[in-house]
Nanobody, 125 residues
Framework: QVQLVESGGGLVQAGGSLRLACAASESDFYMYGIGWFRQAPGKEREYVSA????????YYADAVKGRFAISRDNAKNTVYLQMNNLKPEDTAVYYC??????????????????WGQGTQVTVSS
């Protein structure tokens, strides 16, 4: 299990930007793939983006491709989600998660076993 803490959420106008951070304290954090997911009120959780352990391989849901960018700084035990050109439909609680195994990456929630508490992102029109 990896202990994850998200930060960086907030209220922003449509077209604006936010950068979310997902931090961990474990020294082997760099070995885990990390994913971002979101859940809007009344909707199911959906996948947003994922990054492999090295940061070389990144993946995005079609809804955010070209607007969001995932990256990681393993020296700081942190993964970032840069969100640009935000839309009202991006409003949700955003969660980061770590894969259940080391040196793997996935775009499916079932492969992530450690989850943060979430951070609220609200985009006003």
């Amino acid at each position: 299990q990896v202990q994850l803490v998200e930060s960086g959420g907030g209220l922003v106008q449509a077209g604006g930007s936010l950068r979310l951070a997902c931090a961990a304290s474990e020294s082997d954090f760099y070995m885990y793939g990390i994913g971002w997911f979101r859940q809007a009120p009344g909707k199911e959780r959906e996948y947003v983006s994922a990054i492999n352990w090295s940061g070389i391989d990144t993946y995005y849901a079609d809804a955010v491709k070209g607007r969001f960018a995932i990256s990681r700084d393993n020296a700081k035990n942190t993964v970032y989600l840069q969100m640009n050109n935000l839309k009202p439909e991006d409003t949700a609680v955003y969660y980061c998660a770590a894969t259940g195994g080391k040196f793997i990456v996935s775009e499916s929630a079932e492969h992530f076993t450690s989850w943060g508490q979430g951070t609220q992102v609200t985009v006003s029109s």
